[in-house]
């Protein structure tokens, strides 16, 4: 069975960072692409970030560009999001996701069940 | 980026309505198109990918069409489980981009 479980949301203050990770099992975490997705209060669902499973290549938002790094630690079946320089607009529900098809798994296809960040002083 | 637009935002209907949702891409994605169900508090369902086809252990009333930039999800027979919100999201090219999606309320 796939799981994919978040952690290390939480309340930070604007200018802050925060590491967000994804334990993964039930498939081979290295075959597959990745994705972050977040979803701010009362809003819609935003890609933030993904990953090829091949071979690392990595892809981002124009929103979190040159602040958010997505990175995977494949001996530990484990996802990250490093997030700095945090403003207020990243306040979300931040999913991890697995996909499929495409360069980077660009089918979402097994989800977590969300960590919640907020971005606030 | 592609924008996606979908509509309507939301709608009303009734269990056993025949319910069609739009989506419209900025430019041409062939069949690269993702349908997903989202459930207050929950995580988004995949429901159809490329355009048309049914993911396994989604009932057949979901079905998908579309080519290009113009795409519909129909629901043949609204059931109650069904009241949730739908959107889309295009696999054509990163940044993913998703619809705003279509909220689907009991009439």
């Known amino acids: 069975e796939v799981q994919l479980l978040e952690s290390g949301g939480g309340l930070v203050q604007p200018g802050g960072s925060l590491r967000l990770s994804c334990a993964v099992s039930?498939?081979?975490?290295?075959?597959?692409?990745m994705s972050w997705v977040r979803q701010a209060p009362e809003k819609g669902l935003e890609w933030v970030s993904g990953?090829?499973?091949?071979?690392?290549?990595?892809y981002y938002a124009d929103s979190v560009k040159g602040r958010f790094t997505i990175s995977r630690d494949t001996s530990k079946n484990t996802l990250h999001l490093q997030m700095n320089s945090l403003r207020a607009e990243d306040t979300a529900v931040y999913y991890c996701?697995?996909?499929?098809?495409?360069?980077?798994?660009?089918?979402?296809?097994?989800w977590g069940q969300g960590t919640l960040v907020t971005v606030s002083s | 980026d592609i924008q996606m637009t979908q509509s309507p935002s939301s709608l009303s209907a009734s269990v056993g309505d025949r319910v069609t949702i739009t989506c419209r891409a900025s430019?041409?994605?062939?069949?690269?198109l993702n349908w997903y169900q989202q459930k207050l508090g929950k995580a988004p369902n995949l429901l159809i990918h490329?355009?048309?086809t049914l993911q396994s252990g989604v009932p057949s009333r979901f079905s998908g069409r579309g080519s290009g930039t113009d795409f519909t999800l129909t629901i043949s027979s609204l059931q109650p489980e069904d009241f949730a919100t739908y959107y889309c999201?295009?696999?054509?090219?990163?940044?993913?981009?998703f619809g705003g999606g279509t909220k689907v309320e009991i009439k």
């Open positions: 996701a697995q996909g499929f098809g495409g360069v980077f798994g660009s089918t979402l296809d097994y």
């Open positions: 039930g498939f081979t975490f290295s075959t597959y692409g």
């Open positions: 990953i090829s499973g091949s071979d690392g290549s990595t």
């Open positions: 430019q041409s994605i062939d069949n690269n």
């Open positions: 490329g355009a048309s």
């Open positions: 999201q295009q696999r054509s090219r990163a940044p993913l981009t």
